[in-house]
């Protein structure tokens, strides 16, 4: 499908912007990516989202740029409508697929966050844990919202919500040695992560981990520099 004058920018580790990455994929949609560097801002970028002059992501479609990923989302899936659905027919499991996206944004990345910015073992096994309470109840309705996760061929706004995250999660482990999902905890996640992994768009999206751990590593110096100079 013609991307109609579409143009993407966004980081290349960015999970909101590898969300949105796949959901043009899943419709069919083309569109020209604009690589951003995160720590220097193009004019694009800024003229483009004025209120946060950040990435993660902006869609410029037809010149009229749409800022953030939830409105980028609901607008694809809005203009391409044609495509296949994001959102389940019913307007209850739309409301429970939004519920649960919402909640993977709201208590899933602020928790991979805090592992990614502890600064000693303990202070991580501690966000480990939390993190796994914040699990617990996405593995318990996991079923409701994921029509995938139950051997369904079409990925949905769930899914995109939760997959986007999932390489930040192995990053996780190859440089702390932590495991979030495993079988043992949560084998239902476990199980759909898996299938996730070796569907089209997420291979076409995925990160080089070197460039994960690159920018990593650059976001712990930043907030350490910024610790030391609270702390004076």
Not at 21 to 31: E, N, P, T
Not at 183 to 192: D, K, S
Not at 200 to 210: G, H, I, L, R
Request: hydrophobic share 50%.
């Amino acid at each position: 499908m013609a991307g109609e004058d579409l143009q993407l920018l966004g980081g290349l580790v960015s999970p909101f912007t590898l969300r949105v990455r796949m959901a043009l994929h899943v419709k069919g949609v083309s569109y020209e990516y604009l690589e951003q560097d995160l720590w220097d801002k193009s004019e694009l970028l800024l003229a483009s989202n004025p209120v946060h002059k950040k990435v993660p992501v902006v869609l410029i479609h037809a010149g009229k740029p749409i800022c953030e990923s939830v409105a980028i989302m609901q607008y694809v899936e809005e203009v391409w409508a044609s495509a296949p659905s994001l959102l389940p027919a019913d307007p209850y499991d739309r409301a429970v697929t939004r519920f649960w996206a919402a909640y993977v944004d709201d208590k899933l990345f602020p928790a991979w966050l805090a592992i990614l910015c502890a600064a000693t073992e303990e202070e991580r096994a501690q966000k480990l844990a939390a993190m796994l309470a914040v699990l617990a109840p996405m593995e318990e309705a996991f079923s409701a919202c994921s029509a995938f996760s139950s051997g369904g061929d079409s990925i949905g706004y769930f899914d995109l919500a939760l997959g986007c995250q999932l390489f930040w999660l192995d990053a996780l482990r190859e440089m702390f040695d932590v495991m979030v999902i495993d079988e043992g905890r949560t084998p239902r996640l476990a199980a759909w992560t898996k299938r996730f992994l070796e569907t089209e768009a997420a291979k076409m999206v995925k990160p080089p981990m070197s460039s994960m751990l690159e920018y990593a590593g650059q976001l712990r110096a930043r907030w350490a520099a910024d610790d030391t100079a609270a702390a004076k």
